[in-house]
């Protein structure tokens, strides 16, 4: 576990439209965590974190809306595919350190 204030990696945010069918974005390897808000009010947001590319499920980890989680990952990990359950909601993901 990775104790401490969330500690993002400048410059390195991303806001995502997700959709229906599932994308993938690159946010680069070293961190050891990721920060994921839900910009959307309304729908969830599926996610699942890879190396390379691959495909997101409504059976992955959902974001609910308006929610902020922040997740461990492997730092050689530098995919984040996503997948909306409804809609066409934002998702906003910062690599970064610790906040656990």
Do not use: W
């Not at 730092?75 to 906040?99: S, Y």
Request: net charge neutral.
């Amino acid at each position: 576990m990775i104790y401490g204030p969330f500690l993002p990696l400048p410059g390195a945010g991303q806001t995502i439209a997700t959709s229906g069918t599932s994308g993938t974005t690159t946010i680069g390897q070293g961190s050891k965590c990721l920060r994921l808000m839900n910009l959307d009010t309304t729908n969830a947001i599926h996610v699942r974190v890879s190396r390379g590319a691959s495909t997101a499920t409504t059976a992955d980890l959902m974001v609910r809306p308006g929610q902020t989680i922040i997740i461990q990952k492997d730092q050689d990990l530098d995919t984040v595919a996503h997948i909306a359950a409804a809609g066409t909601p934002n998702l906003r993901v910062e690599p970064g350190e610790a906040g656990i």
